[in-house]
């Protein structure tokens, strides 16, 4: 899809959220359970497509339409169907969906119209003729028909090997390069062989490599099948701009199926003219990062890679490992942006840790409140016993005073009798064992209002540092619970856009 249709497809995802969650009530034979895997598959689907995992999505997508036929299912299968570059099977479940399109709203069935015609002007037809009736017919390493062919075959436009393998023959390919719309015939001539056919597998960590088999061309890595080739020795080599090719040779015998693994290596001198940055956004620090079977290490910042496909492996100690396709355009950063999942056991000593820091932060917060309460208040008590203390001594100081004329006049009374010393000396130590006692109980009291207010600030700094304990839970919303959107921005091969996941 150019970029031009991914701006498209974008603004039409905010206008109107393909998690149309409603459409499953359409179906009613499937038992609940079946319907459940379905949505969630759905929804799965949904976030991988969002997240530029485009092959993820369509997997997800496909096997919730195999539970369940929706055409807001099959709807999405078309839009990712077409993302990848799969005109053909885009073009034929869009007319699908335009055949039966059901509920679907106007705006999905106008975006659906327009991608399924843009789709359709990517097809091209091949036909395949061969002296030899039963060959099996291979298109880029996968089985399209058999000789001789119903009709012709329906390819996207680029460039395609078209092969013709048959029991007693020498396989035989032929690489063509064909536009949208047009129209082209391959014929076939196979040599009878003695023998039979052998077939090889060939591994290889770097996708994109073309791949050669005595120098012809056969296709490009991933293989999805082995290659059938004639007994004998075989030169077989990968190739790809910014890598230095990998050789080996392989002999097969008759009928055998061999093996052989080939890694071609980064070639950093040619990056300089053929090389492009991918940039990872991971949800946890500190990731480990592998791209197409080569460790990376802790990730840093932006990576310099080869223009074309690559296989990311993103990986974090207690936490489920993420992997991602992506294809890389030359001039531009690409940013891929993962979310990596917890595993089981980490998730529960996460929240058990982020729920015990919490209680401990309020425990902090309001025992230390409560002990700053009391301290305060022993403070102002101890005040009030101070003053009352010192009032009552002055007082008394003045009444034992000589002349001062009181009942405590020692001039006029004697200093020696217990009433004396019951009405005039006990009551003035009394006065002042108050202040005494006050003076010491302000050395607790204060030490209690520093103990609290030190507790308070610890937990408060214990709650303010405490993770989430709900970080990780992803809550479903239910019937009731109104519509919610979230946006976020991806981007992917030739282009990107914003879509939403939407729940109803």
């Known amino acids: 899809m150019n970029r031009r249709a991914c701006a498209l497809l974008g603004l039409v995802l905010i206008g109107g959220p393909v998690a149309d969650r409603s459409a499953y009530a359409q179906s009613t034979a499937p038992s609940e359970a079946v319907r459940t895997e379905a949505r969630e598959r759905f929804d799965r689907g949904l976030g991988l497509f969002n997240a530029g995992d485009n092959q993820g999505a369509l997997v997800e997508f496909r096997r919730a339409y195999e539970l369940v036929e929706n055409v807001v299912v099959l709807f999405n299968i078309g839009l990712v169907y077409a993302q990848t570059g799969r005109a053909v099977e885009a073009t034929e479940a869009l007319d699908r969906v335009l055949a039966n399109p059901g509920k679907l709203s106007s705006e999905r069935l106008a975006l659906a119209r327009k991608t399924r015609d843009e789709q359709a002007a990517r097809i091209a ?181 080869a223009v074309g496909p690559h296989h990311v492996l993103v990986e974090r100690g207690d936490f489920m490992a993420a992997e991602r396709d992506v294809t890389l355009d030359p001039g531009r950063t690409t940013t891929l942006h993962f979310a990596l999942e917890p595993t089981p056991e980490y998730r529960a000593r996460y929240t058990q840790r982020a729920q015990s820091q919490r209680m401990w932060g309020w425990i902090g917060v309001i025992g230390g409140a409560a002990v700053v309460g009391g301290g305060v208040g022993l403070v102002a008590y101890d005040a009030d016993q101070r003053k009352n203390g010192n009032a009552t001594a002055n007082q008394l100081n003045a009444a034992i005073q000589p002349h001062s004329g009181s009942s405590c006049d020692p001039m006029t009374q004697d200093s020696g009798t217990l009433q ?85």
């Open 125 to 305: 037809s091949v036909s395949v003729v061969a002296n030899v009736d039963g060959g099996r017919v291979e298109v880029d390493g996968l089985e399209a028909g058999a000789i001789p062919l119903g009709a012709a075959l329906r390819v996207t436009s680029g460039t395609h090997v078209v092969a013709v393998v048959a029991p007693g023959y020498l396989p035989q390919r032929k690489e063509i390069a064909i536009a949208g719309g047009e129209k082209r015939s391959v014929a076939f001539e196979l040599v009878p062989m003695q023998g039979r056919l052998a077939h090889l597998v060939i591994k290889t960590h770097v996708p994109g490599a073309d791949v050669f088999a005595d120098d012809e061309r056969i296709g490009s890595t991933p293989l999805v099948a082995s290659v059938s080739l004639a007994p004998g020795v075989h030169r077989i080599d990968l190739r790809r701009v910014g890598y230095v090719s990998a050789s080996g040779t392989v002999t097969l015998s008759d009928g055998a199926t061999g093996e052989i693994v080939l890694e071609p290596t980064e070639d950093w001198s040619a990056f300089a003219t053929s090389g492009t940055a991918l940039a990872l956004d991971v949800t946890e620090t500190a990731p480990v990062v592998t791209i197409d079977g080569r460790s990376r290490g802790v990730y840093s910042g932006p990576l310099k890679l």
């Open 420 to 504: 004396y010393r019951s009405q005039c000396i006990d009551p003035l130590n009394t006065a002042y064992g108050r202040v005494s006692d006050a003076n010491t109980r302000d050395y607790v009291g204060w030490g209690a209002v520093g103990l609290g207010a030190a507790g308070m600030v610890t937990g408060a700094i214990l709650l303010l540092t405490a993770d989430n304990p709900s970080r990780y839970d992803h809550a479903e919303p239910g019937p009731a619970s109104g519509r919610h959107i979230s946006p976020s921005i991806w981007t992917a091969r030739d282009g990107g856009g914003i879509s939403v996941v939407g729940a109803f």
